[in-house]
């Protein structure tokens, strides 16, 4: 079970190592985009961060509503809107609930990624963030369907996710800023796809303990 308490723990510390990463991501950003992808991550994220002590107590879909707010309100660029969507689907996904099975967080990943595609368009190979979550969340729904613990099957997804992101840096990008460099955008690991990795490693390591 995933409780309410550890998914503001994630949040906080998913907040916490986007501003460890902030000047990573941003380079990565620099190379195929605006270099501005960490500086719109940690601006969303502090937000986040400042705003879920008022969240303590309440039920995680209220908790993933507020999220999505600070972040469509914050992050600006591509991906505020794409996260931002994650976090309202996931808020959909939880109605009502104080705490997650593997069933439910397998839920929650997949209206996540079903949000962020519908509103970004962006298909396998197009060099996103959805090159790092989509073989996640395939992983995390076998290994659950498979009987393992939530631990167990996020750290089988989390393997996913870190294959998708390293399989980025070959692909030509076809949506974003990055798309505009064509052949150009080879050879470079996405940002986006390097900051949804964390979000899910950053639950990991909060479920591990
Ligand atoms: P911007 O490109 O507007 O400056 P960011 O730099 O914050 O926004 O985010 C760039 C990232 O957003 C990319 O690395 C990519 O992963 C992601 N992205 C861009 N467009 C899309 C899309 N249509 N669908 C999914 N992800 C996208
Ligand atoms: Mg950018
Ligand atoms: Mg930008």
Do not use: C
Request: aromatic share 6%.
């Amino acid at each position: 079970m995933v409780t309410q308490v550890q998914i503001i723990e994630w949040l906080q510390v998913f907040a916490s190592v986007i501003r460890h990463h902030k000047e990573e991501l941003t380079e990565l950003d620099a190379a195929i985009g605006d270099a501005d992808h960490g500086i719109n991550m940690d601006r969303g994220l502090k937000k986040v961060s400042n705003i879920l002590p008022s969240v303590e107590g309440k039920d995680i879909s209220s908790i993933f509503k507020t999220v999505s707010m600070a972040l469509i309100s914050s992050v600006g660029g591509a991906s505020g809107p794409l996260y931002g969507t994650w976090f309202l689907r996931a808020s959909s996904a939880t109605a009502g609930k104080q705490e997650l099975t593997a069933t439910d967080l397998s839920e929650v990943l997949k209206a996540g990624l079903n949000g962020m595609t519908e509103r970004g368009k962006a298909q396998l190979g197009d060099k996103t963030m959805v090159d790092v979550l989509s073989p996640a969340v395939v992983a995390f729904e076998q290994a659950a369907n498979e009987g393992k613990d939530t631990v167990a099957a996020l750290r089988i997804a989390v393997t996913a996710a870190e294959q998708g992101l390293q399989a980025t840096i070959p692909m030509i990008a076809k949506k974003g800023r990055a798309s505009y460099l064509g052949d150009r955008s080879i050879g470079h690991q996405d940002p986006g796809g390097t900051s949804a990795y964390w979000m899910l490693r950053s639950l990991f390591e909060v479920l591990e303990g």
